[in-house]
């Protein structure tokens, strides 16, 4: 029997525009608390902020604006085209992006809930699926993705696909997922499978102190 304190961490992923939000927006409508990497990661490059000063020394005064705020498409343009600059900016970030999530992961641990989404896309490029409870991978075919990001942020055909080959192929991801979300389909039919995956959370968290579902926690 778990304790009263028992407390997870849940991560979630997918390549980018696979549906991370969307599928952290229906989590979070059945009750689930949020942590957003994207977020965090908007919060730590904030003007004057550490990762900021890094950030202006590593890549110069081009990547920012006049008001000083980070020029993300001019950093998106430098780092998307290039691994070693790419490299260099998540050595900046995400060691704070990493500390601040578990920050937040304590606070609201504090407030007396028992499991917490982490919503990240590198989660798995990073290792870090190997310190989480459990990990649900968000799918969509390569195409769908393409087509969906390129709508969503005006983006050209070529960045789209730059940014895809940024991240690690999915069937990697979903080789280390504990629950995979097929988004390909409409908004309804991810839904349900939302639906069932949060009720195998909580139920897993609340009778056996895991978010893993039932079937793989009897294997393992
Ligand atoms: C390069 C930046 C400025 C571009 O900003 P922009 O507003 O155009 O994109 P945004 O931050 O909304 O990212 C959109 C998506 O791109 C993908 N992405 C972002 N950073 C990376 C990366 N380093 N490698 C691969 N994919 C990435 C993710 O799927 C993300 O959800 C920004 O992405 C950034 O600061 N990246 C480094 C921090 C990071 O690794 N964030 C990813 C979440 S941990
Ligand atoms: N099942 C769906 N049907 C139609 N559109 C969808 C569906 N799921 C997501 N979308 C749309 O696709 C786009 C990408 O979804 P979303 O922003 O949730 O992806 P993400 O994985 O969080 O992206 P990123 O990695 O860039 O943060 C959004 O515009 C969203 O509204």
Not at 139 to 150: E, G, T, Y
Not at 172 to 188: F, P, R, S, W
């Amino acid at each position: 029997m778990p304790q009263d304190d028992t407390f997870v961490i849940v991560g979630l992923t997918g390549g980018i525009a696979s549906g991370k939000s969307t599928v952290a927006n229906m989590m979070a409508e059945l009750g689930a608390r949020i942590i957003d990497a994207d977020v965090i990661a908007r919060k730590i490059v904030e003007p004057g902020e550490p990762a900021w000063e890094d950030i202006r020394e590593a890549f110069g005064d081009e990547v920012l604006r006049d008001d000083d705020t980070l020029d993300r498409e001019a950093l998106g343009k430098v780092v998307f085209g290039d691994r070693e600059a790419r490299k260099k900016l998540e050595s900046i970030t995400h060691p704070r992006i990493g500390q601040r999530m578990m920050e937040r992961a304590q606070q609201i641990r504090s407030e007396g809930h028992h499991w917490v989404i982490y919503d990240a896309a590198l989660i798995v490029e990073n290792g870090i699926h190997e310190w989480l409870d459990s990990l649900i991978v968000v799918a969509a075919d390569r195409d769908v993705q393409i087509k969906r990001v390129m709508e969503r942020d005006n983006m050209s055909h070529d960045e789209a696909v730059q940014r895809l080959d940024a991240q690690m192929p999915l069937e990697e991801k979903i080789a280390v997922a504990d629950y995979v979300i097929d988004n390909n389909g409409t908004l309804q039919q991810t839904r349900e499978q939302v639906e069932q995956i949060y009720q195998q959370i909580e139920e897993g968290v609340r009778t056996r102190g895991t978010a893993k579902p039932a079937d793989e926690d009897a294997q393992t």
